[in-house]
């Protein structure tokens, strides 16, 4: 089984540590490539970055010859898109982190890189019918690349956690960005609750409906785009 | 008053008609211009689609120069990240058509193009609150750019209102697709029941704006978007 | 084009500052009336005066004579009734204030008078698909007839609009009284952040109503009431 | 214990049935007095109607006098500024049937007059969280007055009450109508479901408040209403 | 009219205070019986209790012989099943106690013994359609066992009830445990709002059912479960 | 890795068929062994069957010995009280084949036994937000014990899962039982959509949450149940 994993922003270190996370929990007859697009912002923490983001992933997706796809942002960008482009499927990380969390307790707790950003989580979250899990969404207000820099990241994370768990009087913690991928255990250690990062999530998800031989329905809305003009800044 | 309608897909004919639609409405004292992307899809009916119609859309709005901004495709793409890039004013029709039905009756149904977009309009009404007033959404299953060639075109449309309005019992039609713009009135007149079309419902809604002095607040999500790289492709 | 602004309670001076309101924003070819009913309470902030106000607005719609309508005080009393007794658009101050913050933020945080109006407010705001976008509702605790008369009145709005900011984390201020009108443009400035006042909302919601064509759906709930005796003490 | 059984129409022959029906079914200990208002509209079938209506209902509630009061009417008329009003329990046949429905069953369908009174209704069961418990409201479309008077009224409402049930796929049947009180029995031995009629559920539902010492709480909302000038036309 | 309530544990003592509570507002031509399981849990504090819980009250309900059926527990364990046994009322006290709430105030507030539980008890809130109207729940953390032996006890509910009223800004109280069934008068008293207690008000709702002659749906859900080998350890 | 899967009906050939699905997509490092308990209902089709079933599948997972459980009944029954029994996930195949089909569609169609256990099914839905993606539950109307006798019932299944589809206009089927675990392929091929069965879904599920390192939390809800006295008759 190949699978790819799609970092939508264009920060390489970025890519091997979400290619590291997911390659680490997937199964032995399964193959990880992590990309990320050529052209694109280096980091998702806006609307606007997720917007100009999304091309990109399309166009990795519409190349094909994957059993299935990973979206490895917390926003899900163009994985709508991207289940009309391909069969095989695609499991973006916010939505497989957050239903994976529902399993393990009543509530969760998402903490998250900026602010800002909480929002479109919001939306992504009720999209899913995951609101009423979630006991409260929190910003560390570190920024996205400064997670690998800032040696004061892993502090600020633990302790907007606590504050989480403590606020929310939740169950679980979910990491709300694939640049975290790596603090799971050492935070959950800390914790004393479960803490689930959405790399590895979406990469089991989809391995998983890869061996219950599921696709993509394409019997209305994610069937393949209507042909037409488009652009020439495309591939497909 | 300056406002500029976008038209997010590249049919040119589309685009006038558009511009025309808004301009019927406007106030004495306000200048439309319509525009559309120099490049993308010549048609919106599918998350790909609208996915690759939105970077088009927001170097447009980013250009800036405007008192307000109409974004004209039912799907209401990019509005959110539109309203990063400026602090004045941006509607989409579907959110500005829906909200002004909400006005008129207790509920309203949606006449659309294709069936494979009504997921999609679904999720623009939840996100708005708008869904409760939603009695059903349906479509005539002629695509966007059919609606100008087809003779056939009317009559379906027509017949799916009627058939609308049996089914949800409901008090108000919204149409569903900015190339419907032109079919509000003539519907109403037979149908007896009011039409909203968002063309004209998101320009006086933006007018609306203007004159109350209102702006996008930039205190959290919507504040301008972090410098950073964002690749060549684009503008800003 | 003529509006009525109808002040359900029988304060003079305030119906001239909502009539103020009102005109400030109308546009050129609109002639704005504020009238208030001849017998009722002097403020609304109960459900008893609201049901004791409410005939008189009624009796003020039934007269005729107008395009359009607004029922300017944040409890839309009588709005569904007025819309059975005219097919003029007929929108409240509470309804048009709260969609119009929707445009501007993703949450909007209402401030009003006295706290046990509050729960009617969410009323409103649930009837109208508006509550996921409030962030709360926050009560200054000074009466409707205090607004004008108390020199501390301003500074509490103030102080509690600040409150407000800063526990929702929300970014639009709702204004949640008809008698705060005048208070907007100050507290926009004060505050860094939209702030929307229903009366020139809703002024301008009906202008934009009758300039599309737009009038309510008599198809069911709005049809005119059926014929039948009611009593002598009201004129329709 | 004196339970004051109000119906908000004017129709003398229809108190009578009301009272009747609260009689039926009131404890030993209990004394029912069935009133309506001196003027007002003959029945209630509109949002004007209910309006026209609600002044006279809280008069009669003002004048105190009793441990308990009941609207009898499926709109609920008033009930939240009677609470206001006295410490009394206050509790109108609609909330108190939808209620009743859910001890007996997982759903219920609601079977009323004229179709356009359904919006209010639904308006209703949502204040009171019990829309999820309703499969549908169904209108036999038989006007208020004309339940005593129309020969074919009992064969439309159990032909309309054998159609909810066969569409909803539900357990129970409310009416929606004080008129309807005396129907009951009879449907349900025809229909082999539970029949709630609201009369006798508001009724029973007060004494029990009453019994159980439970009287209207007057922490916040429904404190008395502040002192102010109202008009001369209502005794309060 | 014979009532029996059943207390799902199997301590003897909380078995005659809540045969106590019911009788105290029982009518006079209510014969209450109060019994517990011969075998089973202590109390109930988990979801595991309660599932061992649920067999015993089963086989007392299934025994017949009594108008209606009260199921003593705030989690109303087995009540679902209940009704498919027999035709009389069956209602647990949770539903009751927060339907009977939303009577006389906008929201109320639970306290209750152990925070774990409290999960649940929004369950029991959502299905019924009560969580709209609960401003939040709060625990006390007195085990169950110990309300009657811990002499502090009442002081922490007291507390924890003034805290709730306080935080949530609501209008009622809930007891969330059938152990506190003596605490209601004393704490309306002391708090100055209506205190609802479900075992009186599960008591009188089943006698409302029963002289209402409502008895539960045989229609589909509730219809008698079919016939089948179930084991040799029930007697059903 | 060891996983337990829970057939919690005492019927042992459908625990054969059971562990048989849940070995053919198990990987090749995970053992399987599927158990029933000694003693209980012969098949789930009922809150009382439910409920008498749930003591003998917590007995089981209360032994312990296994990296992970799975409840193999669409009503996930005993699913929370075994979260408290063990640290070791433990998943109910509803919530794994509801939870699945949100990644392959928009909306999904259950297709189940009895019509009289779609009101759980509802329940199961709503507490795991699940409800807003289902499209509609239907009954083939066959028991769960005749699934595999009957000659006629892999015909029912398929024609309602195609009356589904029409009616509902959904994407994906959930099988609604855990005996039709063999038909999924079959019933995929012959509607041309993605058929989800719970028991393979949850079993791969319980393997991604084992490899993932994730346990239920124990910080609240699910910690183990209080020591105390519960009763002669069951292990724990």
């Known amino acids: ?40 912002p280096v980091s998702i923490e806006s609307h606007y970055d997720e917007a100009l983001a999304v091309p990109g992933v399309l166009e990795l997706v519409a190349r094909g010859g994957y059993d299935g796809y990973v979206v490895a942002c917390f926003g899900d960008p163009g994985v709508l898109a991207a289940r009309e482009l391909t069969g095989a499927p ?45 006991a409260g969404m929190h910003a560390c207000e570190v920024p996205v690349v400064e997670l690998e820099t800032d ?48 790399v590895g999530a979406a990469t089991l998800e989809v391995e998983k409906l890869v061996r219950l031989g599921l696709r993509t329905s394409k019997r209305g809305e994610f069937a393949p785009p209507p042909a037409k003009e488009r652009g020439p800044s495309l591939l497909v």
Do not use: F, K, Q
């Open 90 to 134: 695609v499991v973006g990380i916010a939505e497989a982190a957050m239903r994976t969390a529902a399993y393990l307790g009543r509530t969760y707790s998402v903490v998250t890189t900026l602010g800002r950003t909480i929002g479109h989580s919001w939306d992504v979250a009720r999209a899913g019918g995951l609101a009423d899990h979630c």
């Open 151 to 198: 040696p004061r990241a892993r502090a600020r994370i633990l302790a907007e956690a606590e504050h989480a768990l403590a606020t929310d009087r939740s169950d679980v913690i979910v990491l709300g960005c694939a640049g975290m991928a790596d603090l799971a255990d050492w935070l959950s250690v800390e914790l004393g609750v479960p803490v689930v990062e959405g």
């Open 1 to 40: 089984m190949r699978l790819l994993v799609v970092n939508p922003n264009t920060t390489a270190s970025m890519t091997a540590l979400i290619g590291g996370a997911a390659g680490a929990v997937a199964g032995p007859d399964v193959t990880i490539e992590a990309v990320n697009p050529a052209s694109g």
